[in-house]
């Protein structure tokens, strides 16, 4: 990983931890300071950020951390499960067991992260789980935009509350959608993904463990 490759998964997970929440101006020599690099790796980092809609102009050439309107919320979630749909259905023709195991496995750290109440930890096991399936489905495109747009989510999450009752339910809803995969049926996959994805979109709320 090269410098700027490196700024850039520094910033990025920063930005998605709610280390610079929406609103922040990144500045180059600060950053540039704090990851003791020059700037322009950080710079070309930034300029990544910005490609991927995280990062917005503000004045004085400054970039600022994006925020999320409710329009474009509702934008985000209804193009991530349109591509979701594409991944399982894709990914019962064409993923070996070797995937499947891979999703079990994340399933059990899922498992251990919520005992834990590791919630940052949970959360990046959850968008290893969905872009396991893209790249189970073979569908390199799909991977690639849904995981820009699961930083979209990630940012829209930022300040809610996740109980360990709801965190569990995730990892149940989770091991449904693994559960039709593995049995081949497209139907039954989607029809599971469908119904987590309405029950977890918990960016703008906590849901009850018992919704």
């Known amino acids: 990983m090269n410098l700027t490759e490196r700024a850039?998964?520094?910033?990025?997970?920063?930005?998605?931890?709610?280390?610079?929440?929406?609103?922040?101006?990144l500045a180059e020599a600060s950053l540039a300071a704090s990851f003791g690099v020059s700037k322009t790796p950080v710079r070309q980092a930034l300029q990544l950020l910005r490609q991927e809609g995280l990062l917005t102009p503000g004045p004085r050439r400054q970039l600022i951390v994006s925020g999320v309107t409710p329009e474009r919320r509702e934008e985000i979630l209804a193009v991530r499960a349109a591509l979701e749909r594409i991944a399982v259905r894709k990914a019962c023709e064409v993923m070996t067991l070797d995937d499947v195991d891979y999703l079990r496995l994340l399933l059990?750290?899922?498992?251990?992260?919520?005992?834990?109440?590791?919630?940052?930890e949970f959360i990046d096991l959850d968008e290893a789980f969905h872009l396991g399936i893209a790249a189970s489905a073979r569908l390199p495109i799909v991977t690639r935009m849904l995981g820009n747009l699961r930083g979209f989510v990630r940012v829209m999450r930022l300040g809610t509350e996740r109980n360990r009752g709801h965190l569990d339910l995730v990892v149940a809803e989770h091991d449904a959608i693994v559960d039709a995969l593995e049995?081949?049926?497209?139907?039954?996959?989607?029809?599971?993904?469908?119904?987590?994805?309405e029950r977890s979109d918990y960016s703008t709320r906590t849901p009850s463990p018992n919704r």
Do not use: C, K, M, W
């Open 8 to 25: 850039y998964e520094d910033i990025r997970t920063a930005i998605l931890r709610g280390e610079f929440p929406p609103g922040s101006v």
């Open 183 to 197: 049995r081949r049926n497209a139907d039954a996959a989607v029809a599971a993904l469908d119904a987590h994805l």
């Open 108 to 120: 059990i750290r899922q498992t251990r992260a919520s005992a834990a109440l590791a919630e940052d």
